[in-house]
Nanobody, 115 residues
Framework: QVQLVESGGGLVQPGGSLRLSCAAS????????MKWYRQAPGKERELVAA???????NYADSVKGRFTISKDNAKNTVCLQMNSLKPEDTAVYYC?????????WGKGTLVTVSS
């Protein structure tokens, strides 16, 4: 059974930073398959950051240069460092992993960017 638990969300002012964490347990196989998504109110869920099969990283255009995805294999944790936050980054952030064509999701953590 795969479990993903996000943490680190909260209220932050524009220009501020937050660090989200996703703790993974179960048959994960590889943290390289982990991704971060977000869903803003009234909008569809969108991919924010992911690792590529070559070991690099991919980001949505809207967060490039501001967000960084990283992993700690020893702790089975994937993080999302978010800097220079904007009000439009307000959303519930989810971590995801697809294993054998099955998507597993955490319950999400809310990030609110507001003054």
């Amino acid at each position: 059974q795969v479990q993903l638990v996000e943490s680190g969300g909260g209220l932050v002012q524009p220009g501020g930073s937050l660090r989200l964490s996703c703790a993974a347990s179960g048959s994960i196989f590889s943290l390289n398959a982990m991704k971060w998504y977000r869903q803003a109110p009234g909008k569809e869920r969108e991919l924010v950051a992911a690792f590529t099969s070559g070991g690099s990283t991919n980001y949505a255009d809207s967060v490039k240069g501001r967000f960084t995805i990283s992993k700690d294999n020893a702790k089975n944790t994937v993080c999302l460092q978010m800097n220079s936050l904007k009000p439009e980054d307000t959303a519930v952030y989810y971590c995801n992993i697809r294993i054998f064509a099955v998507d597993f999701w955490g319950k999400g953590t809310l990030v609110t960017v507001s003054s």
